[in-house]
């Protein structure tokens, strides 16, 4: 504990020297992503997210893969044929330059959905309080300081499957938090808004709830996006027969973009049939597509290439979802966006969704200064971790507080005592980001 605390100092110290926010880099062609409504628009054209999770290496073995130009540039030849406009990537370096490699997306047509945390930065779902600190900030804000520059920088995830049941709901308020810093940072450091949001587990007792918690309350604090893991739809199927149909319904009047940001069953052999389904009108007027889970094998047969010796090998799946992705056009025009929905009303509390109410836990003293000072460098993966090196029982604000300190307001948070739970193929590194460690 003495050792990280020391460390913590450290970062905070050394962070100040940082003051000036880092301007777009020239080169980068694609127009930036917007919301309007409930859709994802590039310039006045609806955009559908379209494309894989991207992380070789898997959760074994962490690496960023758009910190090496030459495996970045491997594997954006293999995106190309693949017709994607979309990668998803878990954890990054932000110790390293990605100016080559997000470049080189950019030149392919291609944007970044990014995870902000690595598994030794993030929330831990079983200490939640704990692990919302301002050594995790800095972090996280070091890593928004490279990427907000980048034109073809699509979102950021807040959080990856921190909640995957009804005994970790309680982390949900810290997540949201994390959600309302980011914003704040963005704007405060004068950014680009970038969509900022959270990716859910496929869990069904409690992702309606997640997502109009994450829409819920003030501006300031709600979600750009809301983004869920399915693996609901094993091939062959159908609307019907997958539920499909039942969650455009229950999502039919979210006010914000909805995407799935893992899909892909492998229970059956992968014919990717519901790219069909996602990218037609029996959906677009809810969801905006969504991201396929994984582009390399890492051992629990969703990969679509096989990567060895800096190699890739084309497995079945690849030319499966290649054929997919192309017999599955965008619908025309807006697709039947809502451009004017409102708010979802917060969740009451239930056996399933231990959420008191709306307050939030404010922000970290020692992460307030960042905003107009900068975080500074990232320490990237070799760093000691954050997910110690904060205090139970954080203050807490009512809704639209900002996450500033209210007058009066001495609410707090009930300590945690959710175990952390084994590990899922399905989360990669984003559940070990939420896992304890």
């Given at each position: ?149 980048y034109s073809n920088t699509l979102a950021f995830f807040s959080g990856n499957e921190v909640i995957n049941d ?242 009066g307001s001495t609410k707090k948070a009930a300590a945690s005592s959710v175990s952390a739970p084994a590990f ?14």
């Amino acid at each position: 504990m003495k050792g990280i605390t020391a460390y913590a100092a450290a970062v905070l110290s050394a962070s100040t020297a940082f003051a000036t926010p880092l301007q777009p880099r020239q080169g980068t062609s694609l127009v930036p992503i917007t919301v309007k409504g409930n859709a994802f628009f590039q310039g006045d054209k609806r955009f559908y997210v379209r494309g894989v999770d991207y992380q070789p290496g898997g959760s074994s073995k962490i690496e960023d893969p758009i910190a090496e130009p030459e495996v970045c540039k491997r594997d954006i030849a293999e995106f190309k044929k693949l017709g994607i406009n979309t990668v998803r990537i878990y954890s990054v370096d932000n110790s390293q330059s990605h100016d080559e490699c997000m470049q080189a997306l950019a030149d392919a047509g291609i944007y970044l959905v990014l995870d902000v945390n690595t598994p030794k930065y993030s929330i831990n779902r079983a200490a939640p309080d704990i692990s919302y600190n301002a050594m995790y900030l800095q972090n996280v804000f070091a890593t928004i300081d490279i990427f907000a520059k980048y034109s073809n920088t699509l979102a950021f995830f807040s959080g990856n499957e921190v909640i995957n049941d009804a005994a970790s709901t309680n982390c949900a308020p810290f997540v949201k938090a994390t959600t309302r810093d980011i914003r704040k940072y963005l704007s405060a450091r004068s950014y680009r808004q970038i969509p900022t949001g959270y990716s859910a587990a496929d869990v069904s007792e409690n992702r309606k709830e997640m997502a109009e918690y994450m829409n819920c309350g003030s501006t300031d604090e709600r979600s750009d996006f809301f983004a869920f893991n399915d693996y609901s739809w094993c091939d062959p199927s159908s609307l019907s027969t997958s539920g499909w149909d039942q969650k455009v319904k229950n999502f039919s009047d979210y006010s914000i973009p909805l995407f799935l940001s893992e899909w892909g069953c492998n229970t059956n052999k992968r014919t990717f049939g519901a790219a069909k389904a996602l990218y037609s009108t029996d959906m677009s007027a809810v969801f905006s597509g969504g991201l396929v889970y994984e582009y390399s094998e890492e051992g629990s047969k969703y990969g679509i290439v096989d990567i060895s010796g800096g190699s890739v090998k084309e497995l079945d799946d690849f030319t499966a979802l290649k054929d997919a992705y192309a017999s599955a056009p965008d619908p025309s025009g807006d697709g039947g966006y809502k451009a004017n929905g409102q708010p979802s009303k917060c969740p009451a509390r239930s056996s399933l969704w231990d959420v008191k109410n709306s307050d939030l836990p404010l922000m970290p003293d020692g992460a307030k200064k960042y905003m107009t000072e900068g975080a500074g460098k990232g320490v990237g993966f070799s760093g000691l971790g954050s997910q110690t090196a904060g205090t139970p029982n954080p203050q807490f604000a009512p809704s639209g507080s900002g996450g500033n300190s209210v007058k009066g307001s001495t609410k707090k948070a009930a300590a945690s005592s959710v175990s952390a739970p084994a590990f899922s193929v399905m989360a990669v590194v984003g559940l070990l980001a939420a896992a304890a460690l």
